[in-house]
């Protein structure tokens, strides 16, 4: 079933650089079949191959065994550049076996098998509802470094659709004008405002998630200017690569708009809202 050479006229070995390539071909099959969010529940994916003693140091190689994190780069880049949305602290799994672990999914050209192990629902949905419960319908973003019109702003789950952006009202190619709430003005001291789009990004409530959501828009994705999140709980940047798939905000985070404009983002609780 399997066979190590190439599909050509010369039927030459596969090299480790052609056999990667196959790997991370496979691994990118498998991770768009994840729909509606699912890769955020993704705790680990394992990669295993079966192969002769002859051709395991071609897979030892391919699969970065000896520096796992260089493989794990190469994952994230495809979650990344499709929208898969894996979590800050999902787990890599490689190795060499005899046989292929039950239930895992198996590759068409290569002896590989590909698997996830997928965080406790029900254990993620008690979380969850404990901190949406005492959240507030409005929240606060504070300037942190950059230059916007004002220092603070404070955002209520009826303002709609909240804008951020450079400058405050920008014609659009439609005729119309997109009015950004949150506005960094181009003309201002601080140098990182020139590196914000002028439709860098929005945020909206989500009843559903009873929270806010922020979204990249047109400038604020590749190859534009990015739009980035710092969480409380990581050192780690989330980039948002498609104007799709939102992010729902937690208390604490930082937006990163551009190459330095930082807000942080705090819910107000529900006694505050009540005042």
């Given at each position: 079933?399997?066979?190590?050479?190439?599909?050509?006229?010369?039927?030459?070995?596969?090299?480790?650089?052609?056999?990667?390539?196959?790997?991370?071909?496979?691994?990118?099959?498998e991770l768009q079949k994840l729909e509606g969010g699912e890769g955020r529940n993704v705790e680990s994916i394992q990669l295993y191959a079966v192969v002769p003693a002859e051709e395991q140091y071609l897979y030892?190689?391919?699969?970065?065994?000896?520096?796992?994190?260089?493989?794990?780069?190469?994952?994230?880049?495809?979650?990344?550049?499709f929208a898969v949305e894996l979590p800050l602290h999902w787990i890599l799994e490689t190795g060499l076996k005899e046989s292929f672990p039950v239930g895992a999914a198996l590759c068409q050209v290569l002896p590989l098998s590909f698997s996830l192990k997928m965080k406790t629902a029900v254990a993620e949905t008690k979380a969850l509802t404990a901190i949406t419960e005492k959240r507030g319908r409005t929240a606060r973003l504070q300037i942190l470094n950059g230059q916007a019109e004002k220092q603070d702003y404070v955002l209520r789950a009826d303002d709609g659709r909240i804008n951020l952006g450079r400058e405050k009202n920008v014609p659009m190619i439609n005729g119309s004008v997109r009015i950004n709430g949150i506005a960094f003005p181009g003309d201002a001291d601080h140098a990182g405002n020139r590196f914000v789009s002028r439709q860098h990004a929005h945020?909206?409530?989500?009843e559903g998630k009873n929270g806010f959501m922020l979204f990249a828009d047109e400038g604020g994705i590749p190859p534009g200017n990015k739009t980035k999140i710092k969480t409380l709980k990581s050192e780690d940047q989330l980039k948002l690569n498609s104007a799709e798939v939102g992010y729902l905000m937690e208390d604490g985070d930082q937006i990163i708009l551009g190459e330095s404009v930082v807000l942080r983002f705090n819910y107000t609780a529900k006694k505050e809202d009540e005042l």
């Amino acid at each position: 079933m399997f066979n190590l050479f190439k599909k050509n006229k010369d039927q030459r070995p596969m090299d480790v650089k052609v056999l990667r390539e196959e790997i991370l071909y496979f691994v990118k099959e498998e991770l768009q079949k994840l729909e509606g969010g699912e890769g955020r529940n993704v705790e680990s994916i394992q990669l295993y191959a079966v192969v002769p003693a002859e051709e395991q140091y071609l897979y030892e190689a391919a699969l970065h065994m000896p520096e796992p994190q260089l493989l794990k780069q190469e994952v994230q880049r495809i979650s990344d550049n499709f929208a898969v949305e894996l979590p800050l602290h999902w787990i890599l799994e490689t190795g060499l076996k005899e046989s292929f672990p039950v239930g895992a999914a198996l590759c068409q050209v290569l002896p590989l098998s590909f698997s996830l192990k997928m965080k406790t629902a029900v254990a993620e949905t008690k979380a969850l509802t404990a901190i949406t419960e005492k959240r507030g319908r409005t929240a606060r973003l504070q300037i942190l470094n950059g230059q916007a019109e004002k220092q603070d702003y404070v955002l209520r789950a009826d303002d709609g659709r909240i804008n951020l952006g450079r400058e405050k009202n920008v014609p659009m190619i439609n005729g119309s004008v997109r009015i950004n709430g949150i506005a960094f003005p181009g003309d201002a001291d601080h140098a990182g405002n020139r590196f914000v789009s002028r439709q860098h990004a929005h945020l909206e409530w989500d009843e559903g998630k009873n929270g806010f959501m922020l979204f990249a828009d047109e400038g604020g994705i590749p190859p534009g200017n990015k739009t980035k999140i710092k969480t409380l709980k990581s050192e780690d940047q989330l980039k948002l690569n498609s104007a799709e798939v939102g992010y729902l905000m937690e208390d604490g985070d930082q937006i990163i708009l551009g190459e330095s404009v930082v807000l942080r983002f705090n819910y107000t609780a529900k006694k505050e809202d009540e005042l």
